[in-house]
């Protein structure tokens, strides 16, 4: 895994980003971020190449969240949400999530819902636990405006985590952000179905991502053009609360896999919906795949389906020598968001809900605690491996 050069702590910094991302600086209407040099092991008469995508859903902060995490008037502390999930969220080479919130500044006020704008800190935090890559498109990205997502871009390049979904130009824009590692490079595109009646200012269409399907064509026609091996498209849709997808998301679905695309990546539900597998048109992979969506990694909706997500694991495999890719395994880890009151105070702790039986991980949890463990990993494995209705 990577460590971080500009920390040498042991726990809360566990992976290097070794970005050539160059300042977001675009080559040719692409920006090109490489992770690693060409790791590639050999197995038999082929070379083969491999690397795992972790992808989790909503990272919100609701005002519960950040009070908890504060130390002070202006300084906050989220690393410690991550503390029992570090394990899980290192696994992936490359970890991507939904950043559901907006940094606009204290001078902007901090607040949760409906509206969000979220400290600097949190940013820092999911740095520090391991995550490589944010989209940035939804329902919340324009929560403090056009300054808000500026801002936002901002703070995620300042802190080493790039982005895609909302943009600083139109040039910005129309660069395709393309992850390379181990000599496996993946497209990523992101949109969403709105922004809370927000609208993105006049001239300006390039602020946000909204789902149009003559753009996302577009837009996916040009990830083709720079030959990546994978096409992702991460989606903001569905229906809030609905663990089945809607027919919205299913037509978005349906279009962008005759479009091209290979993976398919959705959140905004809140809670889980099922994944499956599609035949890819593009060529790049044997089998596409599907989870309409990822639902909560963090957040204060403390109720059943609400207070769980999943990260799921995909390990990608390339055949150096004819270029075709395979998904030789999904690996989804169930996840839960759990509150305590060891000191009278909350702290946010997400836990690796597939691992509720051992009990001696978690003593801290009681025997409900653990019952609720087991019942949201069960949710979650019954949800995603559901069939189509």
């Known amino acids: 895994m990577f460590r971080n050069i500009y920390n040498n702590s042991p726990v809360l910094y566990p992976r290097l980003i070794s970005l050539l991302f160059l300042s977001l600086a675009f080559f040719a209407g692409h920006s090109f971020i490489d992770l690693s040099p060409n790791l590639a092991s050999s197995t038999g008469q082929d070379s083969i ?8 859903g909503d990272l919100m902060c609701h005002q519960p969240i950040f009070e908890s995490a504060r130390v002070s008037a202006d300084s906050f502390d989220f690393n410690p949400i991550f503390t029992y999930i570090e394990d899980s969220l290192s696994a992936p080479d490359i970890l991507i999530g939904n950043f559901e919130t907006v940094t606009a500044g204290k001078d902007r006020k901090y607040t949760g819902y409906p509206q969000f704008n979220t400290p600097d800190d949190y940013v820092a935090a999911l740095k520090n636990a391991g995550f490589d890559f944010l989209v940035t498109s939804n329902n919340h990205c324009l929560d403090r405006g056009e300054s808000g997502v500026l801002r936002t871009l901002e703070i995620l390049q300042s802190t080493g985590i790039p982005s895609t979904g909302t943009f600083k130009s139109q040039s910005d824009r129309d660069s395709v952000r393309i992850i390379s590692l181990n000599g496996i490079s993946i497209a990523i595109l992101n949109y969403t179905y709105g922004t809370n009646g927000m609208p993105v200012p006049k001239g300006k269409e390039w602020l946000v991502n909204l ?8 837009d996916i026609e040009k990830a083709v053009s720079y030959s990546p091996d994978l096409i992702t498209v991460f989606y903001h849709f569905g229906t809030e609360y609905k663990r089945e997808p809607d027919a919205y998301q299913k037509k978005i679905v349906e279009f962008t896999k005759r479009a091209g695309a290979d993976l398919i990546i959705g959140s905004h539900p809140h809670v889980i919906e099922r994944m499956e597998f599609f035949s890819a048109l593009g060529g790049r992979l044997d089998t596409g795949y599907v989870v309409y969506s990822l639902g909560n990694f963090l957040s204060n909706q403390q109720w059943r389906y609400s207070d769980a997500g999943v990260i799921v694991n995909l390990d990608i495999e390339k055949n150096l020598h004819s270029g ?17 009151r060891f000191t009278g105070k909350k702290q946010y702790y997400i836990l690796p809900a597939g691992e509720s039986t051992d009990s001696t991980r978690f003593e801290f949890l009681s025997k409900n605690d653990l019952k609720r463990l087991t019942l949201s990993t069960q949710d979650t494995r019954s949800i995603l491996y559901s069939t189509a209705e």
């Open 49 to 56: 190449a491999s690397v795992t995508l972790g992808f989790t």
């Open 211 to 218: 789902i149009d399907t003559a753009l996302i064509k577009s």
């Open 324 to 340: 075709k890719c395979r998904i030789r395994e999904v690996r989804p880890v169930p996840t839960l968001v759990y509150i305590s």
